[in-house]
Every structure is written in structure tokens, then in C-alpha cells.
């Protein structure tokens, strides 16, 4: 059983585009996260939900809308993709209660082209 | 506001060496600290952590110790093989100031490459 589980691995796009990123935790957490790894494999938390309501929400164009229905799942939109939305974005989950880091999935290549 | 610096890599070093990747950190208060590994191709996993001053973290053969004095958190392993090849992250976790906002900051990450 994957516990914080990312679909689809891999996405590749046409400029101006519109995809979506799933993510699902089977943990229990009540917090889920979204980073951008950039090719030099910096990471940089663009949300927080915690229990469905958003947390942190850090500069971040407004092309990019997270959703969380409910606290065991964040997915991630993006609009009108451009060549620098190009990344790994990982979804990450934690608890609040017993907080020992996060846990993160396996992440999702996004290409634009 | 809280950061973490980690060395700059790539470090390569032969089977067997001894490996450190210095951590220090600026933070208010008394974080939580951690050390984070990526294989190739996944995603970012737990390798230790340590969660006040003097706490030594360990595991798989990696030591880090929380020192408070000199804000560091540098990560040691004594013989280290080809599998231990990846990138590391040092990171902290400051003191929640409100419910839900926990958040981990991260190093820049650290590529180690160790050949045979």
C-alpha cells in the first residue's frame, strides 16, 4: 500500500494548456503539502491544507489552484501551463498531532513544450 | 526567518570512505531537525531526525547530531557503498506558531555520488 500515492508520473504538454495532479494519503494525516523541485533539485512548498483548509499558500502564480475535498486528498491545477511550470512537484502529507516530518510521494514530472 | 545551509556538492567519494555533508541552520527557538534522501527518480524519505539539542539521530549507518551551540546538524556515515549514492537534504521544522502550520525548510540538497 503506497502511502501518499501521485498521478501521473510523468506529464508532458503543449504550452497553454490546463492539467491537473492527484494526490491521495492513506495515512491519516490531516496536513498535505505541494513542492516544486527544480532542476537543480531545490524545493520550494507552494501549499499547505490542513483538514481541507488551505495553510500556507506562498508566492505562487495564480495559474496554480489547489483543491483538497477532503483532508486524505490535495490536488493541484494548473492553467495556461508555460515552458517554466516544467518541474517535479511532489505532494507530501504530515500529522499535526504526532508531527515526525513528511511523508512524500513519488512525484510527478511535468514537461511543457 | 528560518534557513538552512547545506554544502555544496557533488560529493564523490570511493566505497568505503567516510562521508560528512555539513548542515547549519537559522532559526527562533528550537526546531526539529532532520535529514531527508533521494534516489534517483523517487521521492524524498525520512533518514533521521533529531528533535532538541544533543539528540544524535541515526539510521541505515547515517549520524547526525543536534548541536545547539554551533547550530549544526551535520551528517556523518563511516563507510559508505555504492547504494548510498543520492541527494541529501538537511531541513527544519520550526516551532508550530499557529495549528496546521507546520512547515519544513529545506537545504539546497547535497548530490553524492560514491563509486566502487
Known amino acids: 500500500d503506497t502511502a501518499v500515492s501521485q498521478t501521473p508520473k510523468y506529464l508532458v504538454t503543449q504550452m497553454g494548456n490546463d492539467k491537473s495532479i492527484k494526490c491521495e494519503q492513506n495515512l491519516g494525516h490531516d496536513t498535505m503539502y505541494w513542492y516544486k523541485q527544480d532542476s537543480k533539485k531545490f524545493l520550494k512548498i507552494m501549499f499547505s491544507?490542513?483538514?481541507?483548509?488551505?495553510?500556507i499558500n506562498e508566492t505562487v502564480p495564480n495559474r496554480f489552484s489547489p483543491k483538497s475535498p477532503d483532508k486524505a486528498h490535495l490536488n493541484l491545477h494548473i492553467n495556461s501551463l508555460e515552458l517554466g511550470d516544467s518541474a517535479v512537484y511532489f505532494c507530501?502529507?504530515?500529522?499535526?498531532?504526532?508531527?515526525?516530518?513528511?511523508?512524500f510521494g513519488s512525484g510527478t514530472r511535468l514537461t511543457v513544450v | 526567518g528560518n534557513s538552512v545551509t547545506q554544502m555544496e556538492g557533488p560529493v564523490t567519494l570511493s566505497e568505503e570512505a567516510f562521508l560528512t555533508i555539513n548542515c547549519t541552520y537559522t532559526?527562533?527557538?528550537?526546531?526539529?531537525l532532520f535529514w531527508y534522501v533521494q534516489y534517483p527518480g523517487e521521492g524524498l524519505q525520512l533518514l533521521l531526525k533529531?528533535?532538541?539539542?544533543?539528540d544524535k539521530g541515526s539510521n541505515k549507518g547515517f549520524e547526525a547530531t543536534y548541536r545547539k551551540e554551533t547550530t549544526s546538524f551535520h551528517l556523518e556515515k563511516g563507510s559508505v557503498q555504492v547504494s548510498d549514492s543520492a541527494v541529501y537534504f538537511c531541513?527544519?521544522?520550526?516551532?508550530?506558531?499557529?495549528?496546521?502550520?507546520?512547515?519544513?525548510?529545506f537545504g539546497t540538497g547535497t548530490r553524492l555520488t560514491i563509486i566502487p
Open positions: 532559526a527562533t527557538g528550537y526546531p526539529s
Open positions: 491544507y490542513n483538514n481541507k483548509e488551505l495553510i
Open positions: 531541513a527544519l521544522s520550526a516551532p508550530k506558531t499557529n495549528f496546521g502550520n507546520e512547515k519544513l525548510t
Open positions: 533529531a528533535t532538541k539539542a544533543d
Open positions: 507530501a502529507s504530515s500529522s499535526t498531532v504526532y508531527f515526525y516530518g513528511y511523508t
